[in-house]
């Protein structure tokens, strides 16, 4: 069965530096989504990405953050100068429709 | 935030036993509802989804339940295994909302006993 992958599963970086997390979603979906979790808390939305193109952002995803699909498989989260508050589980997903498939995440932790 | 709301942390059952499991939302605007299941350490999988133009959806053992009008569902789980002790999130998609953001509850525990 098709599932989406995450690379690394766990990212240890330094407050201030840049960090790249990867994803490949299913190969035929067509919209793909960034979230993250923040330990204790609700999951929660930071972009969604359709036809090489930000389809809709959160306030969470500011100017630190970009995404890019660089060819036709790989999706990445690039959050720019790390801080604290930036620790957390991000998740990928991609969807055809309204269900989207998670993978399994990628733990980020900022020292 | 409080768009969709699950005010059960956790819930314990008996295998064999029906789970349910409880989600409000306060969005009129939602009119596509999900559930997912979550081990620790992995994402969350789909479960099982629901139109706003149904009140009921049902698959194996896993039945979704919608009421529109006091903006409620919930998720059935029958006959409860062990195996389906994990952590349940209800989410929600709005029609203005292009990209499909899914906007989640916090979450429910549920610990199915042998």
């Known amino acids: 069965e098709p599932e989406v992958t995450q690379t690394p599963s766990h990212q240890v970086t330094q407050m201030g530096q840049e960090v790249i997390l990867r994803c490949v979603p299913i190969s035929n979906h067509l919209y793909f989504y960034w979230y993250r979790q923040i330990l204790g808390q609700k999951v929660e939305f930071l972009v969604s990405f359709y036809n090489n193109e930000i389809s809709e952002k959160s306030e969470i995803f500011d100017d630190q953050f970009s995404v890019e699909r660089p060819d036709g498989s790989n999706f990445t989260l690039k959050i720019r100068s790390t801080k604290l508050e930036d620790s957390a589980m991000y998740f990928c997903?991609?969807?055809?429709?309204?269900?989207?498939?998670f993978g399994p995440g990628t733990r980020l932790t900022v020292t | 935030d409080q768009q969709v709301k699950q005010n059960s942390p956790s819930l314990s059952v008996q295998e064999g036993r029906i789970s349910i499991l409880n989600c409000d939302y306060t969005?009129?605007?939602?009119?596509?509802f999900l559930w997912y299941k979550k081990y620790p350490a992995e994402g969350p999988t789909f479960l099982i989804s629901i139109s706003s133009i149904k009140d009921k959806n049902e698959d194996g053992r896993f039945t979704v339940f919608l009421n529109k009008s006091a903006k409620h569902l919930s998720l059935h789980i029958v006959p409860s295994q062990p195996g389906d002790s994990a952590v349940y999130f209800c989410a929600a998609v709005g029609r203005e909302t292009s990209g499909s953001r899914l906007t989640f509850g916090e979450g429910t525990q549920l610990t199915v006993n042998p």
């Open positions: 997903a991609s969807s055809l429709f309204y269900e989207q498939y």
């Open positions: 969005n009129s605007m939602f009119d596509y």
